[in-house]
């Protein structure tokens, strides 16, 4: 295959990754029904705080931000994709619920390998929690900034 080729989605491989786009895009509690149609049974997926596999550890993950959060959406703004490989560029905007405040983003990619079913078999987010989420706290945010000037100098 040449390398034009490899970088050229297929009709599944596009499908299957506007089918994730328009699910993290429209993300609900009631949603997380139709995981399975996004997630293959024995999925890994794995973020800054969690590396869980499997549908019922996945549904957990997304469970406990929908407690912690108001309003959590999902907005991807750039999607790239090579064979069963896709990377996207996201902001996930959110207030805390706790502390209910200003509205909060965090920027953020993914990278996913879909499995010959167009299922999500890794998921694999990064996005820096130090400065995306740690310095948004109201108490540890403080300490965060302070830490961040003192190894900056």
Known sequence: MNRMTDMTMNRDDDAALLRLVRFYE??????????????????RFKDPFNDVRGLAAIR?????????????????????????????AWEMQFRFRRWAGTPQVIRGATHVRFDADGLVLLHRDYWDAAEELYEKLPLLGRFMRVLKRAVNR
């Open 26 to 43: 429209t993300l609900t509690p009631q949603s997380l029904a139709r995981l399975d149609h996004i997630y293959a049974f024995d999925a």
């Open 60 to 88: 957990r993950v997304f469970e406990h931000m929908f407690a912690q959060l108001l309003e959590p959406r999902f907005i991807v703004t750039t999607r790239m994709a090579q064979g069963a490989d896709a990377f996207l």
